[in-house]
């Protein structure tokens, strides 16, 4: 069999007039947004937070907290596994372009961001969920996230993503509800404190099988750390404002789905457990349905194993047996 699948690329910008396309998850933070009567609402709000957000951070040669707006795109790679034309979404990530006003120059933010992908929905709401249902508290299955893994390291290896993206992506996440994290005294000028956990959690275990490794830091004016998960170094690879393009639209994201974390009227302290349940936190004046999202998700996997999973079940498997991952630098980052 051949070796190769085919990839393709669509940007589609997020602003006031998004609607999301056919094919993205509608549990996608900015997909959920985008619906209902308050959708534009939304949209202008979430865009300000995050322009208001870049401009605090990005500070110097800034006094009036106005040089800078953010674009951002979402970014859909298609999959064609057989070469005939038939493609399913494999992976949606988001693009951020840097608007100077100060000399009306656009420069290069972040690819990465956010991160979606059905066949993750398949791994942790089909295979997962029958797994712990037929084996109560044994242990994750020991390849699970293997294929998801491979397909997302064959992207980053291809001619296609390499000829639209200089840089492999950041993707930036909450931190787990279900570890405890401890403040260092790593500071960054622009990432802020840095925090470190003693077990890896079950989401970092699975985006290391992508490639990544993963360190969590609470930039100035933050009230969490964030995880951010990269190849490569995080702190040398990208430049400052690349960096505050991912933190302004991230926590911005984070602030609306998940306030009691990112939105609370108390900053973690050096031993940190976010929790769901706090109490003491702030709503931003933005409309999200997030008992919509988390109940998509089983949906969502079931479409992936019936439409891409089930139909090249058998390509899929001697593809990833044979498949090598070709950069060998990717490290876990020492806990």
Same mark, same amino acid.
């Given at each position: 069999?051949?070796?190769?699948?085919?990839?393709?690329?669509?940007?589609?910008?997020?602003?006031?007039?998004?609607?999301?396309?056919?094919?993205?998850?509608?549990?996608?933070?900015?997909?959920?947004?985008?619906?209902?009567?308050?959708?534009?609402?939304?949209?202008?709000?979430?865009?300000?937070?995050?322009?208001?957000?870049?401009?605090?951070?990005?500070?110097?040669?800034?006094?009036?907290?106005?040089?800078?707006?953010?674009?951002?795109?979402?970014?859909?790679?298609?999959?064609?596994?057989?070469?005939?034309?038939?493609?399913?979404?494999?992976?949606?990530?988001?693009?951020?372009?840097?608007?100077?006003?100060?000399?009306?120059?656009?420069?290069?933010?972040?690819?990465?961001?956010?991160?979606?992908?059905?066949?993750?929905?398949?791994?942790?709401?089909?295979?997962?969920?029958?797994?712990?249902?037929?084996?109560?508290?044994?242990?994750?299955?020991?390849?699970?996230?293997?294929?998801?893994?491979?397909? !997302? %390291?064959?992207?980053?290896?291809? $001619?296609? #993503?390499? *000829? =639209?993206?200089?840089?492999?992506? &950041?993707?930036?996440? +909450?931190?787990?509800?279900?570890?405890?994290?401890?403040?260092?005294?790593?500071?960054?000028?622009?990432?802020?404190?840095?925090?470190?956990?003693?077990?890896?959690?079950?989401?970092?275990?699975?985006?290391?099988?992508?490639?990544?490794?993963?360190?969590?830091?609470?930039?100035?004016?933050?009230?969490?750390?964030?995880?951010?998960?990269?190849?490569?170094?995080?702190?040398?690879?990208?430049?400052?404002?690349?960096?505050?393009?991912?933190?302004?639209?991230?926590?911005? !994201? %984070?602030?609306?789905?998940?306030? $009691?974390? #990112?939105? *609370? =009227?108390?900053?973690?302290?050096? &031993?940190?457990?976010? +929790?769901?349940?706090?109490?003491?936190?702030?709503?931003?004046?933005?409309?999200?349905?997030?008992?919509?999202?988390?109940?998509?998700?089983?949906?969502?996997?079931?479409?992936?194993?019936?439409?891409?999973?089930?139909?090249?079940?058998?390509?899929?498997?001697?593809?990833?047996?044979?498949?090598?991952?070709?950069?060998?630098?990717?490290?876990?980052?020492?806990?």
């Amino acid at each position: 069999m051949s070796n190769e699948f085919s990839c393709s690329i669509k940007r589609i910008r997020f602003d006031e007039n998004y609607q999301p396309a056919d094919s993205t998850r509608l549990t996608t933070n900015f997909a959920n947004l985008a619906r209902g009567e308050h959708r534009e609402e939304n949209l202008r709000k979430t865009l300000t937070m995050i322009n208001n957000r870049f401009n605090t951070l990005a500070h110097w040669d800034n006094p009036s907290a106005d040089r800078y707006s953010v674009e951002v795109d979402i970014v859909s790679v298609d999959m064609d596994i057989e070469g005939k034309g038939e493609t399913f979404p494999i992976i949606e990530m988001l693009q951020t372009t840097i608007v100077d006003h100060k000399d009306n120059s656009r420069i290069d933010g972040m690819i990465g961001n956010s991160f979606s992908s059905y066949v993750r929905d398949y791994d942790f709401s089909v295979v997962l969920l029958e797994h712990y249902n037929k084996h109560p508290n044994s242990a994750t299955p020991a390849n699970f996230g293997d294929l998801h893994g491979k397909l !997302f %390291q064959y992207l980053l290896n291809s $001619e296609t #993503y390499q *000829a =639209n993206f200089n840089k492999t992506p &950041v993707i930036c996440l +909450s931190v787990s509800t279900s570890k405890t994290y401890h403040r260092t005294a790593n500071q960054h000028p622009v990432l802020g404190v840095e925090y470190r956990q003693d077990e890896y959690s079950l989401t970092d275990d699975y985006f290391h099988k992508m490639g990544l490794t993963v360190r969590y830091f609470m930039p100035v004016g933050s009230v969490a750390p964030l995880a951010f998960y990269f190849a490569g170094d995080l702190v040398s690879d990208y430049t400052d404002l690349e960096l505050i393009s991912a933190i302004a639209t991230m926590e911005t !994201f %984070q602030k609306i789905y998940r306030p $009691e974390i #990112y939105n *609370a =009227n108390s900053t973690a302290a050096q &031993v940190y457990q976010p +929790s769901l349940k706090y109490q003491d936190y702030s709503l931003t004046q933005i409309v999200y349905d997030r008992e919509e999202r988390s109940q998509m998700a089983v949906t969502q996997g079931k479409f992936t194993e019936e439409q891409f999973i089930k139909p090249y079940q058998a390509i899929l498997e001697e593809w990833a047996a044979s498949y090598a991952v070709k950069n060998s630098t990717f490290k876990k980052h020492a806990a």
